[in-house]
């Protein structure tokens, strides 16, 4: 009985035994099955990788750097070799459009007779502070000189372009015994334009207010706005392209704490949004924080109850969007119209809004914008037709 038993007990222990070899090699299979299809998924995502180039460098809201910069530069799309850093700025080379560019430029801007019309070109940061590497500062006016020639506000454009620099300068800040005074005024220290954007600082913005309320024979262009600073690591669509690790300061011109405004926006459906600020705080966590102003929108109405002067048709871009709550403290009705996306022939947008209102119309934008992008091109020459 006792051999039995001994027989009984090896016979159990080598089946068990056999058991946990068997659990043994199936876990060393299931391993190994799945070490070759991770390092098949490894494979094709390398191949994918290297068949569709490098990564692109991703943006916190989920986008490209370089889709947020053509975004920011409406029909201009920037690579690293359209900007200079000097020290701690970055500059977009200025474009000068080709013989037939400008004839093109000219020929629209030549269609620009309607009555109470008037049109500022705003220079370009590296024409402002022209900086060391920057060649030919004054391509960019001689430019704009050819394309107006035969426009019936080219004279008047030119002199506001000029008037620009010269209020930079801080040249002819005081005639006759201290009048005449700039409406807006800010220090040496203050810049007009960001160091990683192309746009126009708060500062800046009073500058072309300053030359703007000129040109619409703004009768007492004092102004109450302020500024604020929104967030203090803003990194621009010049640093995003250029790949530059350069911050800044976002700063926005504030409305006066007198202003009581209302804010209409258009949506792309012709829906329609009322608002009391001119700012978008939610926008600001995007990828574009830029659209804060006007909820991004291409096309809003500003209303003031308590400003003196009628209503202003403002066709702008991003460069010189800020001016609008500048000028938004003189006028009871402003338009704004931002020439991009989906917006109508600028024959059609602007034939309604004036045909509600008997309203003056100015052309306010970069002289890049004004010289080189078709939708801004596009837009006046249909306004035109």
Known sequence: MSDAASVRRRRKRRQERLRRERQLRIRMTVAAVAVILALAGLFWVIAGRMQAGPEEDKTPGGQSAETVAAAVE????????????????????????????????????GGLEEEGLHLMPVPSAACVDRPEGMTEPDAEREA?????????????????????LTLLAGEGEEEEGGENLPPVRFGPEDKAFFRTAPWLTPAGAGWAYTAAAEVLGIENPASTCDTIIVENSFRGPLAQASGEDLKE??????????????????????????????????ILDSADPWQVFLGGKSLAVIRN????????????????????????????????????????????????????????????????????????????MNGGE
Do not use: W
């Not at 004279?155 to 620009?164: N, P, V």
């Open 74 to 109: 409406g029909s201009r799309t920037l690579t690293a070799e359209d900007i200079l850093r000097a020290g701690d700025r970055l500059y977009l080379y200025p474009q000068v459009p080709t013989a037939e560019e400008s004839e093109q430029v000219r020929a629209v801007l």
């Open 305 to 380: 109850a308590d400003a003196e002067s009628g209503s202003l048709i403002l066709v702008t871009d991003r460069v010189s969007v800020p001016v609008t709550v500048y000028l938004a403290e003189h006028y009871r009705e402003i338009t704004v119209v931002l020439p991009e996306g989906n917006l109508p022939a600028g024959a059609e947008t602007l034939q309604k809004i004036r045909g509600e209102n008997d309203a003056e119309v100015l052309i306010l934008c970069a002289a890049q914008t004004l010289l080189n992008d078709e939708g801004m091109t596009a837009f006046l």
């Open 249 to 282: 300061d976002l700063s926005l011109v504030l409305p006066g704490e007198d202003m009581r405004i209302l804010v209409t926006e258009t949506d792309s459906d012709g829906g329609a949004v009322t608002t009391g600020s001119v700012y978008r705080e939610e």
């Open 144 to 164: 704009l000189e050819a394309v107006l020639e035969d426009a019936a506000p080219g004279k008047e454009a030119l002199s506001a372009y000029d008037r620009f």
